[in-house]
């Protein structure tokens, strides 16, 4: 176990110094630069824009400064807003992103438990249907047209909810809805698939014969189990939640990371892109992690060891 975490962290590291010189590299080599939308500069200017932000250094010299200052934990100065970091943006949007993304979370993986269960034990009838029609739509419909629609219907219409904006409890739910949707519908079909077969397995069989009510079953016996493919599930959809935060952010106007992660890509903000780049991959491969982890508590016989040859 110890020897297997070593090397995931070791492997991860890795992973991050790929991430973070390609990024730089792809950056570098799209053509323009962070300053060229502006009015025409004067010379003496544009050589002190450049003095500032280390512009006319050569690339070389730019990508080795670029990680010694990351692993100073330093993402570098803004381009786009002047006087402020990276870090200073990531300390400031990330509550917001987190917030969503909790909630997020708790919908995706709550719901989708609730329905697929719900689908399996009424395998055939109106609750399976009804849920995998919620599946369906969750899966077909892309995030940023069920933000529109949840904004316009709930939010505009009915007035349920606010259409957008931050600050209140109530304006997480939209956003946290639209951006759970697929995730639910994801659960749902591996949870109902899992749950009907382990519904056929004898030791079911056998729990029904000795009296159990079917709450005991379903609870203690049917569901552990039935959990491993929906953890399976668990690292792409952190990596959805993270990654189409940046779309439904600007949808509902909320000032998270998302939001400074468009921006900077119309600005082309180098640091804010690379810097935010960076936190999301560390963030997955600390989920992947956690995931594989999970995998020894729900079910004790599955080791994690690494393979010769492997």
């Known amino acids: 176990m110890v020897k297997y975490l070593i090397q995931r962290i070791a492997s991860a590291f890795l992973v991050l110094f790929l991430v973070i010189s390609l990024t730089f590299v792809l950056m570098h080599a799209i053509p ?22 280390h512009l006319n250094d050569p690339l070389s010299k730019q990508y080795v400064d670029y990680l010694v200052n990351i692993s100073h934990f330093n993402l570098g100065p803004t381009f786009r807003y002047a006087g ?10 990330m509550p917001k992103t987190a917030a969503v993304g909790l909630l997020a979370t708790i919908f995706g993986i709550g719901g989708g438990l609730i329905l697929g269960t719900i689908a399996a034990l009424g395998q055939n009838k109106t609750p399976d249907i ?18 529109t629609l949840f904004q316009y219907y709930l ?56 009296g159990l009510s079917g709450y005991l079953i379903i609870t203690r016996h049917a569901m552990r189990n039935a959990l491993l ?7 792409p959809f952190f990596a959805y939640i993270l990654t189409g935060n940046f779309v439904v952010e600007y949808v509902f106007n909320i ?31 600390v989920f992947n992690l956690l995931v594989d982890i999970a ?4 079910d004790p016989r599955i080791k994690l060891t690494t393979q010769k040859g492997a």
């Open 84 to 93: 402020r970091t990276v870090n200073d943006l990531i300390k400031d949007g």
């Open 229 to 235: 493919p929906v953890i399976t599930y668990l690292g």
């Open 255 to 285: 000032p998270g990371i998302g939001q400074f992660f468009v921006t900077g890509i119309n600005n082309r903000d180098y640091p804010t892109i690379m810097g935010i780049t960076i936190l999301f991959c560390t963030l997955l491969v």
């Open 295 to 298: 995998y020894t508590l729900v």
């Open 155 to 210: 939010g505009f219409k009915t007035g349920w909810f606010p259409p957008v904006g931050w600050g209140e409890l109530k304006q997480l739910v939209l956003p946290s809805l639209a951006l759970s949707a697929y995730p639910i519908a994801q659960v749902t079909r591996l949870m109902r698939t899992s749950m009907l077969d382990v519904l056929s397995q004898d030791y079911i069989r056998t729990a029904r014969a000795k």
């Open 32 to 53: 323009g630069g962070p300053f060229s939308s502006e009015k025409v500069l004067p010379d003496a200017v544009k050589a002190n824009i450049e003095e500032r932000y």
């Open 130 to 147: 009804i849920a995998t029609v919620f599946s369906t739509i969750g899966i077909s419909v892309p995030s940023f047209v069920l933000a």
